[in-house]
Each structure stands twice: as C-alpha cells, then as structure tokens.
C-alpha cells in the first residue's frame, strides 16, 4: 500500500489509511482500524456514552 500525502486532519504526518466512510486519507494516529474509519468519522460513529468511557483513560 503506497498512499502519498499527508492526514487530512492533522497534515502534518504522512497518511497511511483511507477513511472507509467519508475517504479522508490520515495518518495511523487520525485511523482507527476497529473502525476502518478516521478519527472524525470515528467519532461520530461511535455510541456517545462509550465515547465518553474512551475519554476517562484516553492516552
Ligand atoms: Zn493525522
Ligand atoms: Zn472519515
């Protein structure tokens, strides 16, 4: 896989994945690979409460 440019999100890393959803290519920080999707997409597809969950211990 050899996709050339930088995340749309954060541009300032090279992207690496496409976004199944809305087909934004982002770095592996800006990917969720659960998902297939990017950080944005992500977001939004996940439940609002088990977000907030994600939010307590995220990094
Ligand atoms: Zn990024
Ligand atoms: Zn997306």
Redesign the pocket.
Known sequence: MSITGLCQICESRPAEHR?D??G?LVCEVHYDADLG??A??AAQARPARERDETDTYRF
Do not use: F, Q
Request: aromatic share 0%; hydrophobic share 25%; net charge negative.
């Open positions: 976004c959803n809305c934004a999707l990017c944005d997409c």
